[in-house]
Structures are given as C-alpha cells and as structure tokens.
C-alpha cells in the first residue's frame, strides 16, 4: 500500500521525537502490506478504528493517533492528521 504522504509523519516527528520511531514502523507495516478491505487490515492492526469514512490508528502505545482515508481499490492511503491523544480528544480533525 503506498502512504500518501510521508512527508506528514516526518513533520509531526519533528515536534515530537519520542513519536518517530513508532510512526516509521508503522510506516514500514502499510508500505510493505496490501489489504484488499477493512477485516485484512483490522487483522494486522487489532486497535484500528473506523470513523466515518477515516480510519484511526493508535500509535506508540496509543500516545498518538494518526488519522487517514484509504482507498483499498488502488491501495492508496492518505494520511489526514498526526496528533497526540490529547489533540485528538479534542476533536477538531472530525470536519
């Protein structure tokens, strides 16, 4: 599956050190997987989410959750935001 951006993780990484090494791993797992639907990657990923048409994952131990949209068919995923937990408690990355 090809990550649409990378550049998103190294940004967020940049505030927060402590968070590279899980984003690139993570990372690591999507570019090196194809999941043809939700149950391939909810396999993969136990603590992954669905929320609307985003799908959530918990990073780091769930100290960071790093929001995206997929399109399985062309095996695409975009990353929407990276935040902290308590960022996204907030919920500004729902609109």
């Given at each position: 599956m090809r990550i649409i951006s990378n550049s998103t993780l190294r940004a967020f990484a940049a505030d927060h050190p402590?968070?590279?090494s899980a984003l690139q791993g993570w990372r690591r797992v999507i570019e090196k997987n194809r999941f043809a639907n939700?149950?391939?990657?909810?396999?993969?990923?136990?603590?992954?989410?669905?929320?609307?048409?985003?799908?959530?994952?918990?990073?780091?131990?769930?100290?960071?959750?790093?929001?995206?949209?997929?399109?399985f068919g062309k095996q695409i995923?975009?990353?929407?935001?990276?935040?902290?937990h308590q960022d996204y408690d907030k919920g500004a990355w729902i609109s």
């Amino acid at each position: 599956m090809r990550i649409i951006s990378n550049s998103t993780l190294r940004a967020f990484a940049a505030d927060h050190p402590k968070a590279e090494s899980a984003l690139q791993g993570w990372r690591r797992v999507i570019e090196k997987n194809r999941f043809a639907n939700w149950a391939e990657l909810k396999a993969v990923f136990n603590t992954v989410d669905k929320v609307d048409d985003l799908v959530v994952f918990d990073i780091g131990g769930n100290k960071y959750r790093l929001i995206a949209y997929i399109r399985f068919g062309k095996q695409i995923l975009y990353i929407k935001a990276v935040l902290t937990h308590q960022d996204y408690d907030k919920g500004a990355w729902i609109s």
